[in-house]
């Protein structure tokens, strides 16, 4: 099991953000925070794992991958 994940320079997250994983996590915050691509990024990880590379960033749009 995956205990902690760390995120920096993914969408809107230009920080290093971190979140140690337990059974029930709850992301709390403004609008525009980051919630959702937090979010985004675990799953970006997981389609990473489960189907690699190439066939990751042909599932999404390219530009979605880049920190604009």
């Keep these: 099991m ?3 994940f760390k995120i920096s320079n993914f969408k809107n997250l230009i920080i290093e953000e971190e979140l140690e994983l337990k059974k029930i996590n709850i992301l709390i915050g ?5 919630k959702s691509n937090f979010i985004d990024g ?3 990880f997981k389609d990473l794992i489960e189907r690699g590379l190439q ?4 599932k999404r ?3 979605e991958l880049l920190n604009k």
């Design 55 to 58: 066939e990751t960033i042909a």
């Design 61 to 63: 749009k390219y530009e």
């Design 42 to 44: 675990i799953i970006l």
């Design 30 to 34: 403004a609008n525009g925070g980051g």
């Design 2 to 4: 995956i205990e902690k």
